[in-house]
Structures are given as C-alpha cells and as structure tokens.
C-alpha cells in the first residue's frame, strides 16, 4: 500500500516538471526582449538629452550677446546725458546770473512801489477774509477769485498788477463799506432753491418770505435755518414786500453770518419744549393743575349760582326749598312757636347742614395749592440725581451740557409754583364767596331770633 502511494506521487511530480519546462523558456524569452527595449530607449534618451542641452547652450550664448549689446547702448546713453546735463548746468548757472541781474534791476525800478505792493497784498488779504465772512458774497459773486489773482501777482516776480486792478481793489474796499448800510434785494439759490428773493439787510441778516436764513462762509451758500426766531417773522415778512418807508424788523447786530445772538435765540427751547422737559413728574403737575382749574372753575359757577338764588330769596317774602336761605327760613317757621333758644339752636343746625355744600371742592383746591410745589420739588431732586450722575460718568467739562441740565430738573418746580399760586388765589376767592353767602345766612338766622325774641 505504501509502495503504491509513493509511485503515485512520483508520477505526479514528473508531470508538473514536463509541464514547468515549456513556462521557463518563456519567461527567458520575455525578459530577453524587455532588456532590449530599455538599451534602446535608453539610447534614445541620451540622443534627445544631448539634443537639448546643445539648443540650451545656443540660446544662452544668444543672449549673452543681446545683454553685451544693452549695456553698450546704455553705456553710450548715460555718457550722452552726463554731456547733455553738464550742458544744462552751464545755461542754469547762466540763466540764474541774469535772473539776479533782472531782478536787481525791477527792484532798482520799481523804488518806492513795492513796498506799496506790501502794503496791497496786506489789504487784499484782510479783504478777502471778510468778504468769505460777509454775507455780501451772496449778492456779488467773482470777488474772491478776482483777490486771489491780485495777491499772486503782487507776490510774483514776474508778473505785476495793472493799474486797474489797484483800482478795483479800492472799488470792492468802498462796496462792502456802502452795502453795509443798505437794504438790498436780489435773487440767489437758497438750499436747492433757484432764484429765490431774499432781502440783505446790511451786513447783519438775510430774510426771505418771513424765513431768517444763515449765510456758510466754507462753502459759500445760502440756507434756511433750521429753527427760526418766534415772533419776529412778521416784520422780515413786511420788510420784504415794502417799497419805501421804514419797516420794523428784528436784527442781530453780533454777526454777519447769522450771529452769535440769533444762533442763541433759535438754540432757546420754547414754552412746549420746556414742558417737555419735566418728564413724568411735570405731566402730572399739569394734570393736577388742570383738574383743580376744573374744579375751581365748578365752584365759581355754583357759588354764582348759590347766592343769585340766595339774593333772589332775600327780595322774596316766600320761602322755598330750591336754596339755602329758604330752607333756613322754612326752618324758621316751622319752628316759630318754639322758645327762643330751641329756635336758634334748629337755625344753627339748618345753617350746619348747609356748610358743606357750599365749601364743597375748596378743600382739594387748597390740597392742591400745597401739593403742587412739593411735586415740583420732587422733580428737581430727580432730575439733580441724574445729572450727578452723568456728571460721574463723563465728568464736569461741559459747562454747558451740565447748565442745560440742571435748567432741565428746575423745570418741575417752575410747574409746581405755576400751580400752586394760582390755586391759592382761586381758593382765597372761593372761600371769600362761601363765606359772604354764609354770612348772609347767619344774618338772615339771626334776624327771625331777634324777631321771635321781640314778640
């Protein structure tokens, strides 16, 4: 058995070498010819590398050549401009000697000229800066180019002014001193407004349809203010469309370009702005203000009412229930056979009774005349707080922003006290006309006792 099992396997391993010997010739010849490829192509690289390195060398030596040619030229061209520069030193030096020459020679001619020329240039500067400033520049234009020019050629060494533009120099000096007391009209362009009429008035104000206008000398414009004066629109109205006469009307007399005071004027908060400013605190005192107005007001038409009626039973020998004085007589005789002091003790009690109704509203008015200044006082202290406040935070270098609020926390006690002193004099009045028709009562009362006594 073993025997049989070990031909077996001989056998198959003759198989496997018969069968192995055609494949190793193959790869023999396989590798045989990749050898041959790569020596041939190893041999082409060679020819296309020597190729290459042989075009490289010819372009390098082509411009090698090319750079010797550059430098050549620009050898040949910076000998030409150092010939060409010492040639324009030489005319430069040349030409400055005859510059000192000439200029010796205008200075020598013109003597005592320049120093009127100095003093020209001096005057047409300071000219030139009031003339931006001066709202005149709206009317006249050209003014400042025209002194622009004279002051570069007077400051000119070659150039020099004419006899005419001196003279136009003293013609604008003698213009802006004649329009500074005129009154002029003429068309210009307000904002985006084309030709519009505006009325000059001298070197102080320009109005226009009852609108006060500012004048920006940086840009050299026109425009409307942004806020204009209360109350004084009317007169620059009036100004505008008068022929002849006197017209009165507002000016600011600070500044020619809207002025310092006219600027402060339009800056001031109005009446509503300044209401505004007390907040929460000043609408509750104008609302407890205008409640006890309404009260007192009721109370003035009753108590009217009250002794037109009181008055109306005096006159009348009957007495009736629709007043106070009738039912104090209807009192009276119901109780007109009762001893003398239960009658007047019933007067008394009848006269009592009517007292409310006729004080009826005073309290709170007087409530309110002592309640107001306390809220306004109120407010102050609130409004001092947050100023305090921002005064620790940005710190005490606007004296103007801390002004502002300070006025602003002031505004409630102003309310408080416009208030609380006309509810005063509303209560004084009241009471004094409670007390006139209680005193007629008591008058009244006290005459049916005199007459039961008398009996």
Same mark, same amino acid.
């Given at each position: ?245 006197? +017209?009165?009307? %507002?000016?600011?007399?600070?500044? =020619?370009?809207? /002025? &310092?005071?006219?600027? *402060? #004027? @339009? ?124 005064? +620790?935070?940005? %710190?005490?270098?606007?004296?103007? =922003?801390?002004? /502002? &609020?300070?006025?602003? *926390? #002031? @505004? ?44």
């Amino acid at each position: 058995m073993a025997k049989r099992t070990m031909k077996r396997w001989v056998s198959v391993a003759a198989v496997a070498v018969i069968a192995a010997g055609p494949l190793t010739q193959a790869a023999a010849q396989d590798d045989d010819l990749s050898m041959r490829e790569l020596l041939r192509e190893v041999k082409e690289g060679r020819s296309k590398a020597r190729e290459e390195n042989r075009k490289r060398e010819q372009a390098f030596l082509a411009d090698k050549a090319e750079q010797d040619r550059l430098i050549r030229e620009a050898e040949q061209r910076i000998a030409q401009l150092e010939r060409q520069s010492d040639s324009l030193e030489k005319t430069f030096n040349s030409n400055e000697l005859k510059v000192e020459e000439k200029r010796a020679q205008r200075d020598e001619r013109l003597g005592s000229l320049k120093e009127l020329f100095g003093h020209l240039t001096g005057t047409a500067g300071d000219l030139r800066a009031r003339l931006r400033n001066s709202i005149t520049s709206s009317q006249f234009s050209g003014r400042q180019a025209f002194l622009d020019e004279l002051i570069k050629k007077m400051n000119d060494d070659t150039d020099l002014p004419t006899v005419e533009e001196i003279e136009q120099l003293w013609f604008e000096l003698h213009r802006e001193m004649t329009e500074s007391a005129s009154v002029a009209k003429y068309p210009t362009k307000v904002g985006t407004t084309q030709d519009r009429e505006i009325v000059r008035i001298g070197l102080f104000n320009l109005v226009s349809d009852g609108d006060y206008l500012s004048w920006d000398e940086g840009t050299q414009a026109v425009s409307v203010l942004p806020r204009q004066p209360q109350g004084y629109g009317g007169g620059a109205r009036s100004l505008q469309s008068a022929q002849s006469g006197f +017209t009165p009307v %507002g000016i600011d007399p600070t500044g =020619a370009a809207g /002025g &310092g005071y006219l600027k *402060a #004027l @339009i800056n001031s908060p109005t009446t509503i702005e300044r209401w505004h400013q007390g907040k929460l605190v000043g609408y509750v005192i104008t609302g407890v203000g205008i409640f006890g107005l309404l009260i007192a007001l009721w109370r003035f038409a009753a108590l009217w009412m009250l002794s037109a009626q009181v008055g109306k039973q005096r006159k009348s020998g009957e007495a009736s229930e629709g007043n106070p004085l009738g039912r104090i007589m209807k009192v009276g005789q119901e109780h007109a056979n009762d001893d003398v002091e239960t009658l007047e003790l019933k007067l008394g009690e009848a006269i009592i009774k009517e007292r409310p109704a006729i004080h009826r509203g005073l309290p709170m008015i007087k409530i309110i005349s002592m309640v107001a200044p306390l809220m306004g006082l109120l407010g102050t202290v609130t409004g001092m707080i947050i100023v305090f406040q921002a005064i +620790t935070i940005y %710190g005490a270098g606007d004296p103007k =922003a801390m002004a /502002g &609020g300070i006025s602003s *926390a #002031l @505004i409630t006690t102003v309310l408080g006290l416009i208030v609380a002193i006309p509810m005063m004099l509303l209560h004084a009045m009241l009471f004094a006309r409670a007390k006139r028709i209680l005193h007629v009562l008591e008058e009244q009362s006290a005459g049916i006792v005199a007459e039961r006594a008398g009996r």
